[in-house]
T-cell receptor
Framework: AQTVTQSQPEMSVQEAETVTLSCTYD???????LFWYKQPPSRQMILVIR??????QNATENRFSVNFQKAAKSFSLKISDSQLGDAAMYFC?????????????FGAGTILRVKS | EAEVAQSPRYKITEKSQAVAFWCDPI?????LYWYRQILGQGPELLVQ????????DSQLPKDRFSAERLKGVDSTLKIQPAELGDSAMYLC?????????????FGSGTRLTVV
C-alpha cells in the first residue's frame, strides 16, 4: 500500500518570502500522480498543483512550484512571495494510475502560518 | 464555478443515535468519494462510487456505516449507531471519471460531533 509522509507538522514564513513544504511517499508503482491540496480554516480543500510521475519537468502554477525527485520519492512544494491568504493546512497526496481503486492517499498535513 | 454540495455543515448527535450526511456532486461527475478527516490528520477514504456502484469500501466500518448512490447522482452516508470516535469531518468529493490526473473537487464537509 502506498503511504505519504509530511514530516513538518507546522511551518512559518514571513510575508513576501519563500517557503518549502516537504513530502515523501512510498510506492512500488512506476506511474502515478501527485498533488498538493490547500485547506484553509473552515473552508473546503482546493487543488494547488499536480504532477504526473512520467513527466520529468516540475509543475508550476503561478507562485507555486514543485520539486519532484522520482528516484528519491520526494515531492516538495515551494511557495514564492508568500501572502497572508496562503495560510492554511497543506496536504500532499498520491494517486495510483490504476483505473479503479485509485483513491487519493493523503499525508498528515503541514500547517503553514504566514506572518505580516 | 460548479461546486460539490454537502449538508448539513455541522451536526451534533448523541452517542448511539443515527446520523446521515448528504452530498450532491458536480453535474456529470461519475465518480464520488466519501472521506473522513479526523482533526489534525489527513483525509482517509471511506467509500468510492463509480456511477451507482461501489468500487472501494474496504475502509468503511460496515457494521455501523452505510453509503448509497441510488441513481448515480447524489449520495447519502449514514452512521448508526454513532460512537464518540466518529467525531470528525466528513468530506465528499467528485471527479469526472475514475482516471486522469485532475484530482478531485471537494465539498465543504460536514463536521460531526458525537457527545
Amino acid at each position: 500500500a502506498q503511504t505519504v509522509t509530511q514530516s513538518q507538522p507546522e511551518m512559518s514564513v514571513q510575508e513576501a518570502e519563500t517557503v518549502t513544504l516537504s513530502c515523501t511517499y512510498d510506492t512500488s508503482e512506476s506511474d502515478y500522480y501527485l498533488f498538493w491540496y490547500k485547506q484553509p480554516p473552515s473552508r473546503q480543500m482546493i487543488l494547488v498543483i499536480r504532477q504526473e510521475a512520467y513527466k520529468q519537468q516540475n509543475a508550476t502554477e503561478n507562485r507555486f512550484s514543485v520539486n519532484f525527485q522520482k528516484a528519491a520519492k520526494s515531492f516538495s512544494l515551494k511557495i514564492s512571495d508568500s501572502q497572508l491568504g496562503d495560510a492554511a493546512m497543506y496536504f500532499c497526496a498520491y494517486r495510483s494510475y490504476m483505473e479503479y481503486g485509485n483513491k487519493l492517499v493523503f499525508g498528515a498535513g503541514t500547517i503553514l502560518r504566514v506572518k505580516s | 464555478e460548479a461546486e460539490v454540495a454537502q449538508s448539513p455543515r455541522y451536526k451534533i448527535t448523541e452517542k448511539s443515535q443515527a446520523v446521515a450526511f448528504w452530498c450532491d456532486p458536480i453535474s456529470g461527475h461519475a465518480t464520488l468519494y466519501w472521506y473522513r478527516q479526523i482533526l489534525g490528520q489527513g483525509p482517509e477514504l471511506l467509500v468510492q462510487f463509480q456511477d451507482e456502484s461501489v468500487v472501494d469500501d474496504s475502509q468503511l466500518p460496515k457494521d455501523r456505516f452505510s453509503a448509497e448512490r441510488l441513481k448515480g447522482v447524489d449520495s447519502t452516508l449514514k452512521i448508526q449507531p454513532a460512537e464518540l470516535g466518529d467525531s470528525a469531518m466528513y468530506l465528499c468529493a467528485s471527479s469526472l471519471n475514475s482516471q486522469g490526473n485532475y484530482g478531485y473537487t471537494f465539498g465543504s464537509g460536514t463536521r460531526l460531533t458525537v457527545v
